[in-house]
């Protein structure tokens, strides 16, 4: 980091150790998200790149432990991950897959956008999680979603070429949890970037399979290191000359250009409110075969 940033990298360091400001994501299918925001019993500010989402001046257990979360009525989430929905932007009506979708911040905030008008099918390879995906959908009263535990390679071959929009929200090294939880800083390893890096391109293929043409994909993750990030989207524009880096406009995020990747986002935490994530939006070209 100090070598990509130079001396910011200390104030990426210092907002490390920072104390968090907890976020919650308004459910508009619980009701209008002012007259939610309006009821939330902390006072709250707005998150620049998401209109459902409030920073809440609490502590992070009360708000949990709120009868208002049990309810459904927000979604206790990084203010930096509700910019990847937002990049996503569902319509009503359309065919979403979220391939890594476990505990479900994303999916339930892709079917609130759609108005829960759309189909979203939100899988995760992993059983136990995907159980506690489809508890969120349930309380978040999502109804337009179908909770799948499958193989990406699995849902490529039943619905390939035919999403109107893809997300894939990978599984990473997680240098953006590092704020949150001491074992997240514990358990990183040099090879661990390196072995993630090589999944997220095996999925993030698997991801590009799913696309119709003119549909798109989003690639993100919560991590910082370009390996992970950048060079995995490039990696995926050199094979896919039907995919175009289509550019982010994230009110408050910064751009990934210094990295290579103008048009994608980085939200940093010394920057804006947040935890960290990397946001990057492709187009599939309409006239791909
Ligand atoms: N999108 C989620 C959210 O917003 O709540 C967070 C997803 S988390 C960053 C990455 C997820 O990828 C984990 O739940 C993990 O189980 C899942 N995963 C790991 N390997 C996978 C694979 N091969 N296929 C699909 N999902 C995988």
Redesign the pocket.
């Known amino acids: 980091m100090r070598e990509l940033l130079g001396a910011e990298a200390e104030e990426l360091f210092a907002a490390l150790d920072a104390p968090r400001e907890p976020a919650v994501r308004l459910n508009p299918l619980r009701g209008d998200p002012a007259a939610l925001a309006a009821a939330l019993p902390w006072p709250s500010r707005a998150v620049p790149w998401c209109p459902a989402g409030r920073l809440v001046a609490a502590e992070s257990a009360e708000v949990a432990a709120d009868p208002l979360n049990d309810a459904g009525v927000y979604y206790l ?1 990084d203010p930096a ?1 509700m910019a ?1 929905a937002e990049a996503v932007a569902p319509a009503p009506g359309e065919l979403v897959v ?10 339930t905030h892709l079917a609130a956008l759609a108005g829960d008008a759309g189909l979203v099918v939100s ?4 059983e136990r ?1 995907a159980r506690a ?1 489809l508890g969120n959908v349930e309380r978040l009263g999502v109804t337009s979603a179908v909770v799948t535990c499958a ?2 390679e699995r849902l490529t071959a039943a619905l390939g070429g035919a999403c109107h929009a893809v ?1 894939l ?4 090294s997680g240098e953006g949890m590092f704020r949150r939880s001491p074992a997240a800083r514990e358990a990183w390893t040099e090879a661990g970037v390196e072995r993630h890096a090589e ?1 997220q391109r ?2 993030v293929a698997a991801a590009a399979d799913l696309v119709r043409p003119g549909g798109r994909l989003v690639y993100s ?2 991590t910082f290191d370009p390996r992970e990030n950048e060079a995995v989207v490039l990696w995926l524009l050199a094979r896919r000359p039907d995919l175009e880096l289509e550019p982010l406009d994230l009110p408050g995020a910064a751009d990934a250009a210094p990295f290579g990747l103008p048009g994608a986002a980085r939200l940093w935490p010394h920057r804006s409110p947040g935890d960290g994530h990397f946001v990057a939006r492709l187009r599939r070209a309409a006239d791909a075969a």
């Open positions: 989430q991950a990847v979220d391939l890594a979708a476990a505990p479900g911040g994303k999916t899988n995760d390879v992993d999680r995906l193989r990406p997300l929200d990978a599984p990473c999944l095996r999925l993750t919560c």
